[in-house]
């Protein structure tokens, strides 16, 4: 489904509205949503629709993916998280997983940015370079 152009507009102008400081509010979201659903203003279903897409994206975007070979300890997982926020600002939802396949090293995913510093990402280099 595509959201009609007019709709497109109105639901970033109401994205932008629950934006503090950057920041997505969830309770001004709701409170957006609500008021969309109860008035039922012209082209409602594109505007909730493209609305959805937009908070989606965020999501997406505010979400990081840490893979090691191994647990993190603690300090490192501290460092890290620290680092990311540095890097992408505060409120960053960071999610550690253990994944034995990579051999070593870790992969970090933040939104679309990839930062592959894994012993099986490197072979896979080393591999496409023969």
């Known amino acids: 489904m595509r959201a009609p152009k007019q709709a497109r507009k109105q639901a ?3 994205y932008q509205l629950c934006l503090v400081k950057g920041l997505l509010d969830e309770k001004r979201g709701e409170q957006v949503l609500q008021g969309i659903v109860e008035t039922k203003p012209r082209g409602y279903l594109g505007i909730l629709w493209h609305f959805r897409r937009l908070v989606e994206q965020y999501r997406d975007a505010r ?68």
């Open 63 to 130: 979400a990081a993916k840490v893979e090691s070979a191994r647990t993190l300890p603690e300090d490192t997982r501290a460092r890290l998280q620290a680092e990311l926020a540095r890097v992408y600002g505060e409120g960053l939802a960071i999610s550690f997983r253990e994944d034995p396949t990579l051999i070593g090293g870790m992969r970090i995913k933040v939104g679309s940015d990839v930062y592959d510093g894994t012993v099986r990402g490197r072979l896979a280099t080393l591999e496409r370079s023969f």
């Open 12 to 14: 970033e102008q109401l």
